[in-house]
């Protein structure tokens, strides 16, 4: 089972609605989770970070954790078209694992 | 801060040929990683490094080598290029683990043919 995994997608919304992201990760110890977009052809940059359970907001972006569920997801609230993208998801790995384990990511496209 | 800087950020080798692709970050962080990236997929860890003298290998990490003599530089070697190893290739950094975030340099795009 691989220890990130997301909704392959690709996930299309239209423009002013809310896109919802999704992963789940194996490791129940894994503490901090970040979420990263990539546009074609770019590097992945940090969008949201999040440690606790609950929300975290950022903007138009909303994170939400659930340890117990083993379950991270990203909201985009008044999705533009500038947000289509690749969302990759991203947990470090619990105790001496020194990787961060990388989702294979959701394609996004917000159609205008 | 200039942040993770690759070089060179294209390139197109022939098959045998070797090359060192360049990575350097002005952060002081601890830990450096190179990814490759292969169209439409996602990312892939071929080596990592906690510190400067010590590396290991990560997921694909088959016809590479990395040296660390600095914290500044994580240079990838190709030796013996192959057209397997067309794709693009990513050098991230952090600070440490876990609440730290990784921060990714822009990328070479490698083709051998």
């Known amino acids: 089972q691989k220890e990130v995994e997301q909704n392959s997608g690709p996930l299309s919304v239209p423009e002013g609605a809310i896109a919802s992201l999704n992963c789940t990760y194996s490791?129940?110890?894994?503490?901090?989770f970040f979420w990263y977009r990539q546009y074609s052809g770019k590097s992945p940059e940090l969008i949201m970070f999040i440690y606790s359970n609950g929300d975290k907001e950022d903007g138009r972006f909303t994170a939400q954790l659930n340890k117990a569920s083993q379950y991270v997801s990203l909201l985009i609230r008044d999705s533009q078209p500038s947000d289509s993208a690749t969302y990759l998801c991203a947990a470090w790995g619990p105790g001496s694992a020194r990787q961060l384990t990388f989702g294979s990511g959701t394609q996004l496209t917000v159609l205008p | 801060n200039a942040g993770v800087t690759q070089t060179p950020k294209f390139r197109i080798l022939k098959i045998g040929q070797s090359m060192t692709l360049q990575c350097t970050q002005d952060m002081n962080h601890n830990y450096m990683y190179w990814y490759r990236q292969d169209p439409g997929m996602g990312l892939k860890l071929i080596y990592y490094?906690?510190?400067?003298?010590?590396?290991d290998k990560g997921e694909v990490p088959n016809g590479y080598n990395v040296s660390r003599s600095t914290t500044e530089d994580f240079p990838l070697r190709l030796e013996l290029a192959a057209p397997s190893q067309t794709s693009v290739y990513f050098c991230?950094?952090?600070?440490?683990?876990?609440?730290?975030?990784?921060?990714f340099g822009n990328g070479t795009r490698l083709t051998v043919t």
């Open positions: 490094s906690v510190g400067a003298g010590i590396t």
């Open positions: 991230a950094s952090s600070y440490s683990k876990d609440e730290s975030p990784l921060h």
């Open positions: 490791d129940r110890g894994s503490q901090s």
